[in-house]
């Protein structure tokens, strides 16, 4: 009987090594586009990011410094920006700033105010009210950023309410229906009519059975208790926002050891409010009223007065949050009044971090 015998033959060395040469090669192409679709996500993921923030902080502060010198139905003073320091304050002075923390000066004057900060952290022009002196002097938490700009804005809300009834004496207590604006104790507030306004501090509230909220404005948290005038059941009354906008380093850093930089706002009372990270440089520059016509100029400009201010250029260096670069970045970046980068007055550190600068006009209709 004959038996069929089966032949099995297997895979030789060479087609082994062969193969393996093959798989290694189709892996290591797969883990490079595996890491080129990585990093592209996560380079979109970061300008995505930087534009989100972009755009919400240049909104924000677009929204806020156009608002400059809001104060209701008064009719906006008349300006002479040829004759600024002749201007009869007794006379224009339509709003009185009561409350001790605000500069005892007419609002005119401060509601609006523009600083550029040195190498040293010395600002110009040189700061005459008392919380810009302090936040150079370093009295808050954060200091500003060198080299980077600082802008105050002051104004009333544009919500407002009336007072529920009419007031006897200066010195009366101001009485509104509920708390719809949410006013508490330490708040400024403004309380006006279209011929005259005041600027309190709330230093005690109380709200009876019926709703209505009584509002104090006692002395020492105010200059004076007494109002400029008793005012009638047509008045309005409105939170007076007091806003310092600067950049300033957060105390925290990257994974690999880079500096992270935040935009700050500070208000009154001094408390900081840290509105986004990631923040390096806030730059201005400014559109000035002259007898020769509309100046573009800096804070720190000898001519500079913010009075005379009629719209400026706003800009931000935003950085995202991850090493996305192939080396680290070393461009210029060109912001309102500066360029920003290697062997620039502003420069930044070396990093891999992307960055972005950002730049918007802001028209300012209100004077106070």
Not at 118 to 127: K, L
Not at 173 to 191: A, Q, R, T
Not at 291 to 320: R, Y
Not at 342 to 351: L, S, V
Request: net charge negative.
């Amino acid at each position: 009987m004959n038996q069929t015998s089966s032949y099995q033959q297997g895979f030789t060395l060479v087609e082994l090594m062969i193969a393996s040469a093959l798989g290694i090669f189709l892996m290591g192409a797969i883990i490079q586009v595996f890491n080129q679709s990585r990093a592209t996500v996560t380079l979109n993921q970061s300008v995505n990011e930087i534009q989100d923030r972009g755009r919400t902080l240049l909104n924000h502060l677009a929204f806020n410094i156009k608002q400059r010198g809001y104060q209701g139905c008064l009719p906006p003073m008349s300006l002479n920006v040829d004759n600024v320091d002749a201007i009869d304050w007794a006379n224009e002075a339509s709003v009185t700033p009561l409350a001790a923390v605000l500069a005892d000066m007419p609002y005119a004057m401060t509601s609006l105010l523009a600083y550029e900060v040195n190498n040293a952290g010395t600002f110009a022009p040189v700061p005459a009210t008392t919380d810009m002196q302090n936040l150079q002097n370093g009295d808050l938490d954060r200091t500003p950023r060198p080299n980077s700009d600082i802008i105050h804005v002051e104004y009333g809300d544009r919500r407002s309410v009336t007072l529920f009834s009419e007031m006897n004496t200066e010195l009366s207590s101001i009485e509104i229906e509920g708390n719809p604006l949410g006013f508490s104790v330490g708040d400024l507030i403004m309380i006006g009519d279209c011929t005259g306004a005041d600027i309190v501090e709330i230093t005690s509230m109380a709200t009876s059975g019926g709703g209505i909220t009584t509002i104090e404005h006692a002395a020492g948290l105010n200059r004076n208790a007494r109002l400029s005038k008793p005012y009638d059941t047509t008045a309005r009354v409105r939170k007076f926002n007091y806003f310092t906008y600067f950049v300033a380093d957060s105390e925290r850093e990257t994974v690999t050891g880079d500096t992270i930089y935040s935009l700050y706002r500070a208000d009154h009372q001094e408390n900081l409010v840290e509105l986004s990270d990631g923040i390096e440089f806030l730059q201005m520059s400014y559109k000035q009223e002259s007898a020769q016509g509309v100046q573009d100029m800096t804070a720190d400009d000898i001519n500079f007065d913010p009075m005379k201010v009629t719209g400026l250029e706003l800009g931000l260096l935003i950085t995202g949050h991850k090493n996305v670069l192939m080396n680290n970045d070393s461009k210029l970046y060109r912001l309102p009044g500066a360029i920003i980068g290697p062997n620039q007055r502003a420069d930044y550190g070396r990093n891999k971090l992307l960055k972005t600068p950002f730049r918007t006009h802001v028209d300012i209709k209100n004077r106070a």
